[in-house]
């Protein structure tokens, strides 16, 4: 666990895949061919606090979604590429613009199209219910599902590693009721 606490403590980036990560993988088509995608509660706030800590956070997608870009926005993720095909040219194009290396970037993934970057990044992080090879591939691996709090797994060991998670559950602990946000 100390190699990953050392990795994850040179982390400015946060990637996410979608489907699989911060959904639970379910896709329900209404009769009206509209598509719903649930996402965990848990893992917005997390995503908010890893924000508000300074760590940037971004997503790529293979999954061309209207709720993506909803999501993304309700949680002021900046950086979100919704790609055909290969992820790899996003998170190139992602790393120059924030001007990072591979090695202060993790990613959470669950599947095969999340291979190339996993195999990039400083930090590769599998969903606990990723398909085997994609958790042998992985630096570490949640013991939450996706979409089940995984998210939020990965925040707060960045979060940790960096020394910052104490300060925040302090901070939380010390809010009278009037000044605590749900989210």
């Known amino acids: 666990m100390e190699d990953i606490l050392k990795k994850a403590a040179k982390i400015e980036l946060l990637i996410f895949d979608v489907d699989g990560v911060l959904t639970d993988g379910h896709i329900y088509f209404s009769e009206h061919q509209e598509i719903f995608k649930a996402f965990h509660v848990h893992d917005g706030l ?106 939020r797994e990965v925040c707060e060991l960045i979060l940790r590693a960096k020394g910052l998670l104490p300060n925040i559950h302090n901070s939380y602990l010390s809010c009278s009721k009037a000044e605590l946000q749900i989210e």
């Open 46 to 151: 997390g995503i908010k606090i890893l924000q508000s800590s300074g760590i940037n956070t971004a997503i790529i997608t293979g999954s061309q979604s209207a709720i993506v870009r909803l999501r993304a926005n309700y949680l002021d993720i900046p950086h979100v590429y919704q790609v055909t095909g290969n992820k790899v040219s996003a998170y190139e194009e992602l790393i120059k613009k924030l001007g990072l290396s591979d090695e202060k970037v993790a990613y959470l993934g669950d599947d095969l199209p999340d291979l190339p970057l996993m195999q990039r990044v400083g930090l590769s992080i599998a969903v606990a219910n990723a398909t085997p090879f994609i958790r042998e591939h992985a630096n570490w691996i949640t013991q939450a599902n996706g979409g089940k709090g995984a998210a």
